[in-house]
């Protein structure tokens, strides 16, 4: 089998990143500015603030992650984000953590795959480059 990914790969890679990076948007816009958004994390007993820092810290990671240029870095950020908020879940007795765990599945496969992507076609440009420069 071919080591370099498909362009029918990489095209469901990109869609699985946006999707992602839209779902969160939408998901964490909700958990900062939505009606009932303070409301609903009282019932958690934790600070008010931890609820605006976790969820636009979700929407900057969010944005950044649609980026092409930033998406690499950021979808390791997403995964860290989405083991801590798991962690919370599962210590506060909320057991809820299955879109937590497929979140984190994508943002890990969007990160490797895309990562492999980048490092391969850096090493075609130096190998382009070498070649250029050596005589013939």
């Known amino acids: 089998m071919n080591e370099t990914l498909t362009s029918r790969a990489y095209k469901a890679?990109?869609?699985?990143?946006?999707?992602?990076?839209?779902?969160?948007?939408?998901e964490a816009?909700?958990?900062?500015?939505g009606p009932h958004a303070g409301h609903d994390?009282?019932?958690t007993h934790m600070p008010q603030a931890l609820r605006l820092v976790?969820?636009?810290?979700?929407i900057v990671a969010a944005i950044l992650f649609l980026?092409?240029?930033?998406?690499?870095?950021?979808?390791?950020l997403l995964?860290?984000?989405?083991?801590?908020?798991?962690?919370?879940?599962?210590?506060?007795?909320?057991?809820?953590?299955?879109?937590?765990?497929?979140?984190?599945?994508?943002?890990w496969a969007v990160a490797t795959v895309k990562s492999k992507s980048n490092s391969d076609s850096e090493g075609e440009k130096?190998?382009?480059?070498?070649?250029?420069h050596l005589p013939v």
Request: hydrophobic share 60%; charged share 10%.
């Open 29 to 33: 816009g909700l958990f900062v500015l």
């Open 41 to 43: 994390f009282a019932k």
């Open 54 to 58: 976790l969820g636009w810290g979700e």
């Open 13 to 26: 890679i990109t869609v699985l990143q946006w999707t992602l990076g839209l779902v969160v948007l939408i």
């Open 67 to 76: 980026i092409p240029r930033t998406a690499v870095r950021c979808a390791w």
């Open 79 to 107: 995964l860290i984000i989405f083991v801590l908020a798991i962690a919370i879940h599962l210590l506060h007795g909320m057991p809820n953590v299955g879109a937590l765990v497929v979140y984190g599945a994508v943002a």
């Open 126 to 132: 130096s190998n382009e480059r070498s070649r250029n």
